[in-house]
């Protein structure tokens, strides 16, 4: 399954902010056959038209799309050349699918800095640098592999490689992310099987004060949006981790949480979208990558109902709620049999018919 990662400097907030996300950790029964990794968090991902389909059919289980959360502890300068943990931590980065970059905007005597000082943007570029290091690091190995193969045996395809990794060279350099440039469908193939760290999705958590939260005014936000812009594009979420324990606590109003906007941002991230299946005994969300055709839809809930797929039959959320029920979304010519080729649509309503 696919996984965010939470990364940043040590004492920006990581561990706190993780612990609240474990928080909403999905009770382990739900899970009797997993260990429990106390690193990992399983959490529900929010949709109201999941809760729409719960209330409308009332059934006896619900199970709603679910992310997961590794916590990486602190990367520090140097982590690329193995000060710290360094390596440990890059491969713990290596193993996950994207990035929650947290980012400490908050002001506090009490809570050092490991570099003296409050610095929101020369944190952000201490990681990227020590990621980019790493990267530049895969690379080169790879491109000695790739020239030997050219100078010996002038392979063809070991050029084309090296076309593609001159270009990551050069954005290295630059200390560019790889995801920032634009890559066909070939290139991504073939960058696909080196999982460069800065090739990976990040979402940015600025952790600011609870007052700077709740006043949405903080003195680095505008600097911290100018770097990812230049440097490695992504969606900023601000919240405060200290706000979110007094939510917690009971002291501040849970309507102001951003905790269900960092995991859905996650989830988008990713590139995951689900589908429902629903009815009296279940509602369910199921997890499937963006382009997903109809047939590994179905494989997803089980092998059978890909080997033996005949069609999916199909309501959009939309309908089914703007008629009220499948026999008025039918009456208005608006359940659809689709074959084989469907690409399978975010809120699709799916019933899968097979052969056994
Ligand atoms: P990590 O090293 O990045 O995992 O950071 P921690 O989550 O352990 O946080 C380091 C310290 O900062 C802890 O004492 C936290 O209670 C504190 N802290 C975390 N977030 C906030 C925040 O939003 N505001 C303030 N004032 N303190 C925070």
Redesign the pocket.
Known sequence: TLKMGIV???????????NLLSNLNIPAENYPFCTIDPNLAKVFVDDERFDKLCEIHKPKSKVPATLSIMDI??LVPGASKGEGLGNAFLSHIRETDAIYH?VRA?D?PE?THTENEVNPVRDMQIISDELVYKDQEILGKRLEEVNHKINRFNDKDAKEEKEILDKVDALLKAKKWVRTADWNATEVDILNKYMFLTSKPVVYLV????EDYMRKKNKWLVKIKEWITTNCPGEIIPY????EKQILEGKQDSKTSMMSRIIKTGYKVLDLIYFFTAGPDEVRAWTVRAESRAPQAAGVIHTDFEKGFICAEIMKYDDFIAAGSENAVKAEGKYYQKGKEYVVQDGDIIFFKFNV
């Open positions: 940043g400097l040590p004492n920006v907030g990581k561990s706190t902010t993780f502890a602190g947290v908050f506090d809570i952790n600011l004060s609870s405060s981790a200290d706000h």
